[in-house]
Structure formats: C-alpha cells, structure tokens
C-alpha cells in the first residue's frame, strides 16, 4: 500500500515548554489533544487544523539531540515579510532563497533544539531583500 500524505514530524527537546513556546510564536503551531503517554510531550496543530501535525518528545537529554539522516521538516506558510521580520526581531539566523522555475520562496532557520525548518511561500508574496 503506498503512502497518501505525510502524518507528522517528531522533535525530541530536553525543554518541552520551551519548544512549544518556539513553534507557537515562530509558526502559530499550538498545543491540542494528545494520549496519555507516560513521557512528557505535546502533540501541535495548526490554528483550525483538526490533525496533529507537530509532536515533541520531552525529557531528552541536551547532549542526545543530535540531527539524523532526516535534513529539514518543511511547512506552507503566508506573509513572508512578517516572517522575516519576526525572524530578525528575535535574533534568529536564516536563509532565504527562491527555487529556481518555480519562483517558491524557501525559509530556512533553526528552532531551539537544532532542528532545521523550511516554510515555504506563494511566488506572489512581495519579495523582501534577505
């Protein structure tokens, strides 16, 4: 049976209050239902969304978040001047490009725990100077 759609990513933090307050300010990604696991965690959706499309896993140490075979997670996302200008308000290192014949705009920066995100935009998004 082949795969439809990509369910989720899992990002594995030492500081699981921290990583939500990331994503909920970076990408309005926020908390929702989630089993009771015995580890700590949270699993986030997307503002209307009613899938998890984020889940972290708690109580990792520091020095065992480490990157894999897995390069980026990647997101659709709107408003990419605001984004810009969130990222640079905030300190946070990133990269700009646009893919070649397509004219997607690619963003790329790296959340509290290294991992590294993609939030991609509508060619038609007013170009800002990276």
């Known amino acids: 049976m082949p795969a439809t759609s990509m369910n989720h990513f899992t990002i594995l933090t030492d500081n699981v209050q921290d990583t939500l307050a990331f994503y909920a300010d970076m990408l309005d990604l926020h908390a929702g ?45 709107k408003d990419l001047a605001e984004m810009l200008s969130k990222l640079k308000s905030r ?14 705009w690619q963003l790329f920066f790296h959340d509290n725990n290294n991992a590294k995100i993609e939030v991609d935009f509508d060619p038609a998004e007013q170009e800002v100077a990276a």
């Open 33 to 77: 239902p989630r089993p009771p696991f015995t580890f700590p965690g949270a699993w986030l959706y997307a503002r209307g969304g009613n899938d998890p499309i984020l889940h972290i896993v708690g109580g990792k140490p520091k020095e065992t978040l480490v990157k894999g075979v897995i390069d980026h997670m990647a997101f659709s996302g």
């Open 91 to 104: 300190g946070l290192n990133y990269e700009l490009r646009r893919l070649p014949d397509y004219g997607t």
